[in-house]
C-alpha cells in the first residue's frame, strides 16, 4: 500500500496555498513589510521554540518591546494578551530566573499552540492580498 502512494497524483495546490507559499518565500528573503515579518518570525519562533527563545533572539538584534508592540497590532485579543502575558513574564525572567516565571512563560506557549491558526488565518488574508508572479 505504501509503495503505490508515490504514483498517486498530488491534488494541485489552491491558490490560497500558493499565495501562502509565496508569502513564506518572501518572509525568507527578508521582503515582507512589518508588522507581517515580525508576526512570520513569531509564529515561527514559538513553533520550533518557545516565547523565550524568541524574545531572546529579538532582543539579540532589535529592540523586544517594539516586536511585540508590531504583532500585537495584528494579533487577535486572545494572542495579543498572551503575548502581552509572556513579555512581562520574560521581563521578570531576565531578571530573575525562577521556575514559577518559566513556568507561566510555558503556559503562553501552550495557549499560542491552541490558538495559533489564528495567525495562519491572519497570513493567509495578507497572502490574498499579493500579486503573485
Known sequence: ?????????????????????????????EQVPAP???LMTYYTEITKGSHISFFLNIA?????????ERIGEVLPPILKENLETAY?????LINEENDETE???RECDTVFDEN???????????????EVY
Open 60 to 68: 539579540f538584534y532589535g529592540k523586544v518591546d517594539k516586536a511585540v
Open 116 to 130: 495559533k491558526s489564528l495567525i495562519t488565518d491572519i497570513l493567509q488574508e495578507y497572502a490574498n492580498t499579493l
Open 36 to 38: 507581517y515579518s515580525t
Open 88 to 92: 512581562s513574564h520574560y521581563l521578570v
Open 1 to 29: 500500500m505504501g509503495l503505490f502512494n508515490i504514483f498517486k497524483k498530488k491534488e494541485p495546490l489552491t491558490e490560497e496555498q500558493i499565495k501562502l507559499d509565496f508569502l513564506w518565500d518572501q518572509w525568507r528573503q
Open 103 to 105: 513556568s507561566k512563560i
